[in-house]
């Protein structure tokens, strides 16, 4: 149960150049063909075992929705097989196919036949139903009524009113507020427990690397790389800066962690160094601590400007800090090729207990959209560990006093 | 092939039934008269060609006296034509009209055209059950030969239904399709002897009629709440067989393009 296989799954639409031509495809008895057919999604291979979750990330137009279409059953796949282990429950986007005169109520209870429940069944679901949508009375208002964000509400609580085998989720929870967002991932993380698969769609990376085992990454119809979410969307996160003339590469570091490098190369890193005040390389930071980051920059063209930045994360690629030397209001100006420079950049580690990384950026300006020499993520992975402060909770050490009064 | 999709149809007859009562429930969900506007539709529709045809034009029908009998022989056309129009008119948006749903739940498509046929079949019970008590009040019931009209009605409800299912689907390829169904109703209606008799239609206009489908079916009902008359079989059995015909290519076209359908949506 919940296991989904995935095998050859290609989709092609057919388009014919006009009605006419489609027509006489259709009743010329030894026509030839007269479409052509638009392929959207090849050679899709993939198989989740029962329980595990995955994310697709992509950019607009890659193939994910139309891939999750087919797995809900709603597309016809034109080639390959699609094997699913279970009962599927799926959300396409907005609004679960509701109808728009129905009342809220009316269309829970056909969305609940739909999934193949009886309307016992749904009666004795229908309090757990209205209670997560907490739409109060718009439960019994025509749907064309409702806010998007309710309509979703309503189509999460009713895809979800029962544990499916297999979920599938496409981007449809980014309509909600950012309440109904963590109580919806909550009750996703709750079906995991219980051994629901999930396929999720998003281009929230919080909400892939908190949730998901895997993440897969598609570009224009097939599947481009597969693996640990982080380097997965550390590759498409260096995928979407990507210009002309940049390559990616992800290089795998000493200590096993992976690295993704993209870029131009007009610049280029050629060594980065973690120092604590001993001038010691710092894998492991106490609270606190004095800490430089030394990069060893070269130049491998004429740049007129080069700015340099760093991006602490977190474990769940969370950013905790990060800056560059144009907001430091340091930025280089015409640079030679060959010439190299060393940046050192001194901070405390007022951080919380727990690995962070660290990603590097050289481009031009601010943003490395504008034109981006080398990204480097997980460039460092350093450890913080706490044992000279008191024991606290959270990412950031804030060194709280505290002063009590009593009242007599 | 047909065993798959009865499969289906069963196993969603609450999606089905619940879907009937909704749609039922949601036309007139806005209105103050409610499922009245049901009845009083073809009402006017039979007032209007009453008062036209037999009172204005003085149409008599040849052989009867009863002042009733021309209303009579209205009702009996008019309304099985409005079951047959409406199937038909219905069936062929019926996909566009749920394409939404199409698109995001997987479920039997097949489910679809049955709600479209149910759903008029409950509108036609309603007026044609008020039809029956005007009969009764009237003294003109017919009798046991009523039950006669039950074969005619699935003959042609299976006719509506063929041909509904595949303008439905030719619609979602060629919009075209929609159009012209429309217009085919216009003509087939004034082409089919409902509000006028074939006897007074000149003879040379009359072995055309004959090739008209409609044509049997309307004189069967009209023969039967009208003259208490049985129906001419030889008459229906052709209708028959095209029905099933239609159905069948229904199917097939359905089978065959219901994949593609979700690609146009």
Known sequence: MGEVRVSGLGKAYKQYPGQWSRLAEWILPAGKPRHTEHWVLKDIDFHLRAGEAVGIVGANGAGKSTLLKMLAGTVRPSCGEITIGGRVAAMLELGMGFHPDFTGRQN??????????????????MPQIEAFAEIGEYIDQPVRTYSSGMQMRLAFSVATAQRPD?????????????????????????????????????????????VCDRAILMEAGRIRMQGDPIEVLDYYNAMMAEHNHQRIRQETLADGHVTT?????????VEVRLLNQRDLPADTVEVGELLRLQVRVRANAALPRLVLGFLLKDRLGQAIYGINTHRLEQPLEHLAPGDEVTYCFSFPARLGKGSYSVSLSLSRADSHIDKNFEWRDNALIFHVFNTGKEDFVGSSWLGANVTITRHP | MSLTLTRALWRYRGFILGSVKREFQARYRNSLLGATWTVLQ??????????VFAELMRTRLPGIDSPYAYSIFLCAGLLTWGLFGEILQRGQTVFLDNGNMIKK??????????????????NFAITFSLFLAFLALTHSLPGWIIL???????VQIAFATGLGIIAGVLNVFF????????ILLQFWFWFT?????TATLPAAARPWMKLNPMTPLAQAYQGIFVYGKTPQWSTIWPVAVLAAGLCVVALLLFRRRAGEMVDEL
């Open chain 2, 148 to 154: 006669y009209a039950l074969p005619i009605l699935l």
């Open chain 1, 108 to 125: 829970a209870v056909m969305g609940g036949q739909l999934l193949g429940l009886s309307l016992e069944e749904i009666a004795r679901l």
């Open chain 2, 175 to 182: 919009r075209d399709v929609g159009q012209f169904v429309n």
């Open chain 2, 42 to 51: 073809p009402l006017a529709m039979i007032t209007v060609y009453t008062v």
């Open chain 1, 261 to 269: 490098i993209s870029g131009t190369a007009e610049a280029s890193i």
């Open chain 1, 166 to 210: 297999i979920l599938i989720v496409d981007e449809a929870l980014s309509v909600g507020d950012s309440y109904f967002q963590h109580k919806s991932f909550e009750r996703i993380r709750e079906f995991r427990r219980e051994g629901t698969t999930l396929l999720l769609v998003s281009h929230d990376r919080y909400a892939i690397q908190t």
């Open chain 2, 193 to 197: 002897p409902i509000i006028y008799s």
């Open chain 2, 105 to 122: 739940l997987n479920f039997p498509r097949i489910c679809l055209p049955a709600i479209t046929v149910i759903n008029a079949l409950v």
